[in-house]
């Protein structure tokens, strides 16, 4: 006989542990809380929406309520977890139309996520100051477009999100600004010598970038007018924030050991403190093969991973992680920028001897006419064990299935003189006989 493993949270990481108890050990009873109306919200395709780029959100959504029902489940949206008993084991909460829920389980999983910074400036409260997360959200901006009179964005915060909004935004015919205190874009992600590259490809399609500078404040009557910071007033008729999540991790409630960013810390099983209550997707850390050491890395890859391996071990089959490296990418006009592991300027700050060797030459060979583009590529590595701690790509040409060789290497902690010689298939259809990966490689010191 089965167990009741009660699930709190419904999207990447709580859907894909549903479906993997649901599918695999359907002899257990799941029951699943989430406080939004939908399930499984792609966020990575919102910019996408906005700016156009697909037909409507229909797409961005891969599982649903009824979808889980037909399953086993039984699901409860709209409804706000108010605090949890470990002790009992009883989880409270209350629907939207009022209904409580007093729910006993015998294992737990908290997918509860992530929730916006919002920051403490005079003027939050004023109007078309937005954040993005949510579909709902999403939604709102696009009804917002469609007022004339919001000419010119300012949006607040440079890494993806940002990035990414400001094309949406410039493919809406809008003025954009990009404001971030990093003297460049995707700082958190990329090294100066990359994100610069991406920089000048949005100053190219329009973007004013006031990089290097902090809001202070915003003003405006009833409605936003300005943005000001530590340097400058930048007009604004809405103002989207972008700066980061941080973990939503109140149901802890002092009882589950917290990381030091407040994320539940957790162990190769996905399990917290407190035996069988488990925890994943952006409110769990991560194991971090880059630095060997416990992090916190918010995608959805590492969600859905997460949330595949609590569902084996609270149906008690063991599964453990093997560590993630946050390979991640991003797409803005036609420029591919793709990076796992850790960037030089992170080794250096936590310590390593670290170094790093670039290479940059055409993806094809060069008599190849016709769609050849320029490939850029930093290999970060320590100069004492010679172990592979990053890289990072950049081209006009799709790239990113590259990066996936660099994930394995720095999980398997792959030496740098290992790639030297990596044998490699050559066709002028696809590549180089000296491929910029060896290359970059054997130039290494």
């Given at each position: 006989m089965g167990e009741t493993i009660v699930v709190i949270g419904a999207n990447h990481a709580g859907t894909a542990a549903i479906?993997?108890?649901?599918?695999?050990?359907?002899?257990?009873?799941?029951?699943?809380?989430?406080?939004?109306?939908?399930i499984s919200f792609l966020g990575c395709g919102m910019a996408l929406w906005i700016g156009k780029q697909i037909s409507g959100p229909e797409g961005l959504f891969y599982s649903s309520?009824?979808?889980?029902?037909?399953?086993g489940a039984v699901v409860h949206m709209e409804t706000e977890i108010s605090r949890i008993d470990y002790d009992k084991k009883m989880v409270y909460g209350r629907e939207k139309d009022g209904t409580i829920h007093e729910q006993p389980y015998d294992k737990l999983i908290l997918a509860t996520g992530s929730l916006p910074i919002r920051p403490e400036l005079q003027g939050m409260d004023l109007e078309n100051v937005q954040f993005v997360k949510l579909y709902q959200n999403a939604r709102d901006v696009i009804q917002k477009l469609k007022d004339p009179s919001i000419r010119r964005i300012a949006v607040v915060g440079a890494g993806y999100i940002g990035v990414e909004l400001a094309e949406a935004f410039v493919r809406n015919g809008r003025?954009?600004?990009?404001i971030d205190c990093a003297d460049t874009c995707l700082a958190g992600y990329y090294d100066s010598e990359f994100s610069y590259i991406m920089g000048k490809?949005?100053?190219?399609h329009g973007v004013e970038l006031a990089l290097g500078e902090t809001v202070v404040k915003l003003e405006g009557r009833k409605r936003v007018q300005t943005v000001v910071t530590d340097q400058a007033r930048y007009q604004a008729d809405m103002v989207v924030f972008g700066i980061g999540f941080k973990p939503n991790t109140g149901l802890g409630q002092g009882r589950l050991k917290l990381f030091k960013n407040g994320a539940y810390l957790v162990d190769r099983r996905q399990e917290t403190s407190i035996a069988g209550v488990y925890a994943i997707g952006d409110c769990a850390t991560v194991y971090n093969n880059a630095i060997q050491a416990t992090d916190y890395i918010a995608l959805a890859t590492n969600a859905v991973r997460s949330g595949i391996i609590a569902a084996h071990n609270a149906c008690g089959r063991t599964l453990e992680s093997v560590g993630v490296q946050g390979s991640n990418g991003i797409s803005i006009w036609g420029l591919h920028m793709l990076c796992t592991g850790i960037s030089l300027k992170r080794a250096q700050k936590m310590g390593y001897a670290a170094a790093s060797s670039d290479y940059e030459d055409w993806q094809k060979a060069e008599f190849m006419e016709n769609g050849n583009n320029k490939v850029k590529i930093r290999i970060v590595y320590d100069k004492e064990t010679r172990i592979i701690l990053g890289a990072q790509m950049c081209s006009d040409y799709d790239i990113s299935m590259g990066i996936h060789l660099f994930s394995m290497a720095i999980e398997e902690q792959v030496t740098i003189d290992k790639l030297k010689l990596f044998d490699l298939f050559f066709l002028p259809h696809f590549n180089k006989p000296y491929n910029y990966i060896t290359m970059a490689a054997l130039a290494a010191r």
């Open positions: 479906n993997t108890i649901l599918d695999q050990f359907p002899e257990n009873r799941v029951i699943a809380f989430d406080g939004n109306s939908n309520r009824e979808a889980f029902e037909e399953k003025e954009v600004v990009l490809n949005l100053e190219s």
